[in-house]
């Protein structure tokens, strides 16, 4: 007991002039923070993962939190979480796994660049009277249309690659059924279908129950291969190779055996209880070479009917990777930024590993345009995207559509409490246990999710319009339209925009 | 029963497997495809009851997500014929590049002779499918790295291993890989896997697949039924479950 307790994370206090003993507290807190004993109800802060599930279900607001009642000395280099790392590892000698994404406090770009809007000159266009053209199509372009002209009549000589059609340029990332839950799958399922636009499995296979959504699937190919065969790329609008992920770049996924239940055991195509271990690297790539033909046993498999995406991690050299990716017959490009939200990663990798999506998008971009490839595929940008003025951001950066993750998964209730890896999620998302995952109704989290999709979306046709811009083509790799303000002159240089007032 | 032969000379792949795909909807139960010349992907995701004859050198990932139909290779073949196969047949007249059968979920591989690395690499097994590569000659290193289920039967001599073949079973968590001959020297095992004599039910049940090994290939299989086995295993179902702690 050399180390003792630390500190408790999150003190409660209950209000007792408020409370009306009506117990719900008790009945909500997966984690057993609450206990009621005849009039009272007894509270242990150390349980306490601040999910805020008791705070939104007490009908009194007689429940607060406060994070570290207990302060640690003050220190600007041994923060808490420095501290408490070492404590946790001192008493086991392993590596830490924690949940979400990026924890530090690195700078957001993002928050450092600014839009631009019209004034006098070239007027803003509303967008309640204007057309405003958000619809994008994710995968190849051609370099040019070839057309035959036959006695007045004019048809297309091109063979146009399969595209998929957004009604948004927001689609919502793979999150794998066994990290959420089935609920949260299909609330998101019935939630793109709705707004018209796309969501990926993630690597556990397609659950029977989101057949009726598969039109509106991105199917995910990993290095585990989980739940992949012929049915399940048929049935997806599109194929997704997973080589990298932004939370953890550069290392696989580990599903431990007590997640895998029966159903997850189904999807996933392993034994009940077995370990789900998606190794570091697919173990047929190994090259540039290798990955054109995994991209293209995948197309040839699917009579070349379905796009196929690769999505990395954004690293230092995405660039350069990007462009290999581009000539490999691979419709689209996902760069997934190091802010990227997880279920489990270690925590060295999350916070450590990877770099912005803002600046891999920005050079990717770059990158293709300067080798005259980048009709070749498209670019999906994920990791970090909170809100609307960041899609709008990321596709003046370069971007033809987005991902989001957290923020969907915040629509349907998540308090972004990072304990994703327990398994208990009081808000039915991240966790199996039925009676957690029935709190999650799927009628009701679906229109959340929805309404989340069609404001941001309504956003950013206003952002467009203020801009005078009424197409999203236009908005694409715009960065005249953005500013950075008060970012490094090497940074903006990456970014390709300038500083503001000039 | 139905018989279509393709010439694959000159032939890339795309229109190859469309040819093939059209003879198995147009009723083909045995296709023959000769002057196969390294093109890939030959059945990839095909599925039906169909045989399909290949006279030469199919490129990488032949069968890759295939289920169902059988291939039988007159010849070499490129690597990972089987690729996540789903069911059906590779039968191989001849030896195999690497990753041969990598992460595939059913079905049988028989390859008469040698293999290269990584074979079998992250094979599974879910309910009835489980899936079988037998070799019958020599493999390179990482033989059934990262196995998950499934069986790898190494049918080679003994004798004629170099000792080069590290890493058997390196971070295997299920399935099982046996081995002809009666130990198995401790250096060549992967981290993470564990060698032992194959217990009597293992001997019943290899028993019918070196028949069908033997019989696919017209040998007499009374000296590998006669032979002694061991069995590379899981040394734990939960290798990684004490690297980790919780923040
Ligand atoms: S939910 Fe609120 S009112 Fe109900 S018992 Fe808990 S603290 Fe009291
Ligand atoms: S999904 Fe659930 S467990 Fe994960 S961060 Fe959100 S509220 Fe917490």
Redesign the interface.
């Given at each position: 007991m050399t180390i003792g307790s630390v500190p408790v994370r999150f003190g409660i206090t209950i209000d007792r002039a408020r409370c009306m003993l009506c117990g719900r507290c008790v009945e909500n807190c997966p984690y057993d923070v609450f206990r009621r004993d005849e009039d009272t109800i007894h509270v242990n802060s150390r349980k306490c993962v601040a999910c805020h599930r008791c705070v939104a279900m007490c009908p009194r607001d007689a429940i607060s939190i406060r994070q570290r009642p207990v302060d640690y000395r003050d220190h600007p280099v041994w923060t808490e979480e420095v501290r408490e790392a070492i404590y946790n590892q001192a008493r086991t000698g392993k590596i830490i796994l924690a949940g979400m994404g990026n924890a530090k406090p690195y700078p957001v770009i993002f928050d450092r660049l600014v839009l631009d809007a019209c004034q006098v000159t070239n007027p803003s266009i509303d967008p309640l009277r204007e057309p405003m053209e958000l619809r994008t199509y994710i995968g190849k372009k051609p370099k040019k249309l070839e057309f035959r002209y036959d006695n007045g009549d004019i048809s297309l000589e091109t063979t146009l690659s399969p595209n998929l059609e957004l009604a948004t340029p927001i689609m919502v990332g793979h999150m794998s059924y066994g990290a959420i839950s089935l609920n949260a799958q299909k609330s998101i399922a019935m939630a793109v279908k709705e707004t018209g636009t796309f969501m990926g499995t993630g690597e556990g296979g397609l659950h029977p129950s989101l057949y009726p959504y598969q039109d509106r699937m991105i199917v995910q190919v990993a290095s585990g291969r989980f739940g992949v065969n012929i049915d399940y790329l048929e049935r997806g609008a599109a194929i997704e190779i997973k080589i990298g992920q932004g939370a953890k770049p550069g290392i696989g996924g580990h599903l431990p055996g007590e997640k895998v239940c029966e159903d997850v055991s189904c999807t996933r195509m392993i034994p009940v209880g077995s370990d789900a271990i998606s190794p570091a690297p697919h173990h047929d790539i190994y090259s540039i070479e290798d990955l054109k033909q995994l991209v293209r046993s995948l197309k040839e498999a699917t009579s070349w009917q379905k796009p196929v995406f690769v999505k990395i991690a954004a690293v230092h050299n995405s660039a350069a990777i990007a462009a290999g990716i581009a000539r490999s017959s691979a419709d689209a490009v996902v760069i997934d930024g190091f802010r990227g939200g997880t279920g489990a990663a270690p925590r060295v990798f999350r916070d450590h590993v990877g770099i912005p999506v803002e600046a891999a998008v920005a050079s990717v971009d770059a990158k293709l345009r300067s080798q005259g490839i980048r009709n070749e595929v498209s670019i999906i940008a994920s990791g970090g995207i909170r809100e609307s003025a960041d899609v709008a951001k990321i596709i003046a950066l370069g971007a033809d559509a987005v991902y989001i993750g957290t923020a969907a998964l915040v629509a349907m209730g998540c308090r972004v409490c990072g304990t994703c890896y327990r398994g208990l999620c009081p808000w039915g998302i991240a966790t199996q246990r039925p009676d957690l995952v029935a709190r999650l109704d799927p009628e009701v989290a679906s229109k959340q999710v929805a309404n989340l999709i069609h404001a941001w979306t309504l956003e950013l046709s206003e952002l467009m319009g203020a801009a005078g811009i009424n197409s999203i083509e236009s908005l694409r790799g715009n960065r005249d339209r953005l500013r950075g303000y008060l970012l490094d002159e090497s940074t903006m240089r990456v970014l390709d925009v300038k500083p503001v007032g000039a | 029963m139905a018989r279509v032969t393709i010439d694959a000379a000159g032939m890339h792949?795309?229109p190859l497997?469309?040819r093939i795909?059209e003879a198995v909807a147009s009723g083909a139960d045995e296709i023959e495809i000769v002057n196969v010349m390294g093109q890939?992907?030959i059945a990839?995701?095909l599925?039906g009851d169909v045989t399909i004859i290949i006279h030469g050198v199919p490129g990488?990932?032949l069968g890759?997500?295939?289920?169902g139909p059988t291939c039988i290779v007159h010849g070499n073949c490129d690597?990972?014929p089987g690729?996540?196969m789903?069911g059906g047949k590779i039968v191989i007249h001849g030896s195999a590049g690497d990753?041969v059968a990598?992460?595939m979920?059913g079905g049988s591989i028989f390859v008469r002779d040698n293999i290269g690395y990584?074979g079998g690499?992250?094979m599974?097994?879910?309910?009835e499918?489980c899936p079988v590569l037998v070799v019958g000659g020599s493999f390179r290193s990482f033989l059934g790295?990262?196995m998950?289920?499934g069986l790898i039967l190494a049918l080679g001599d003994p004798a004629r291993r170099t000792g080069k073949e590290r890493g058997i079973g390196s971070?295997i968590?299920?399935g099982r890989i046996v081995l002809r001959g009666d130990s198995l020297d401790r250096r060549c095992l992967g981290v993470g896997a564990l060698a032992r004599p194959l217990p009597d039910e293992g001997y019943e049940r290899i028993a019918p697949i070196i028949r069908e090994y033997a019989c696919w290939f017209g040998l007499d299989p009374a000296p590998f039924l006669s032979d002694e086995y061991v069995e590379v295993v899981p040394s734990s179902?939960?290798?990684?479950?004490?690297?980790?702690?919780?923040?």
């Open positions: - | 792949y795309t497997n469309r795909r890939r992907f990839d995701g599925r990488g990932d890759m997500f295939m289920s690597h990972a690729n996540t789903d990753a990598h992460s979920r990584r690499i992250h599974k097994e879910y309910r499918r790295e990262y998950a289920g971070g968590h299920g179902a939960r290798p990684f479950a004490n690297k980790y702690t919780w923040e």
